[in-house]
């Protein structure tokens, strides 16, 4: 996708690994310094989609793994469509949650579906569109399963998923970074919050 005057943010990583408070961050101080952000996060960041978020996340009992990748999939078409692309298009800088690498992490690794026909699947919803930088918060899973606990909210769908599965996440994000190193930024998710915020800023204020 040829963006006009936008730019296109993704933050990723494993459940715990503190994606949304830097997505916070980041919002904060592009605003803070004049800019209009726009937050936003997949799945669920449009109306349709957060009927979606809800099957993915909350639907009891089983869905085979190429119906949830399809979900995820249908998610991310509606949103790139409806909220993302016309935000870049305004202009806007889009900080967003999650997005496609999410789906080669969790339902390629995670539930071993094939990779590159789950990227490609996300590619053809989005009509070919990626970010301008993605942000990798990397964090081994037993650390983030920690954080999960100390929160006490009650897992979802893929939270709930064992260690292994979650060891194979971090691994497919680590190799989609090195795969991609001009796109990617990875930073150690176990570091101090302020500090993380501060290297986001440094590489986000190249792209400005
Ligand atoms: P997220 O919104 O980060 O969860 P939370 O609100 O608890 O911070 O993501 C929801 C879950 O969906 C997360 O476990 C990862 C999973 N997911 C996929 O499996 N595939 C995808 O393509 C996306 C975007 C998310």
Do not use: C, N
């Amino acid at each position: 996708m040829t963006v006009a005057a936008g730019r296109w943010i993704t933050l990723e990583g494993g459940d715990g690994s503190g994606k949304s408070t830097q997505a916070a961050l980041l919002t904060e101080w592009l605003e803070e310094s004049g800019r209009t952000a726009l937050r936003t996060r997949e799945p669920g960041g449009s109306e349709v989609g957060r009927l979606i978020r809800d099957i993915v996340l909350h639907h009891r009992g089983e869905i085979a793994p190429r119906a949830e990748a399809l979900l995820y999939a249908a998610d991310r078409a509606h949103h790139v469509a409806t909220v993302v692309r016309p935000a870049l298009e305004r202009g806007d800088i889009v900080v967003q949650d999650r997005y496609l690498d999410s789906s080669v992490a969790y339902q390629g690794a995670g539930r071993v579906l094939d990779a590159t026909e789950v990227r490609d699947l996300s590619l053809w919803a989005t009509q070919g569109a990626l970010p301008d930088l993605t942000v990798l918060l990397d964090l081994d899973p037993s650390t983030a399963r920690r954080r999960l606990d100390a929160d006490d909210k009650p897992f979802d769908r893929l939270e709930a998923e064992k260690e292994d599965f979650h060891a194979r996440v971090r691994r497919a994000f680590l190799q989609l970074a090195a795969a991609e190193p001009q796109r990617f930024l990875v930073v150690d998710a176990g570091a101090d919050a302020d500090d993380i915020a501060v290297l986001i800023r440094a590489r986000v204020a190249l792209l400005l």
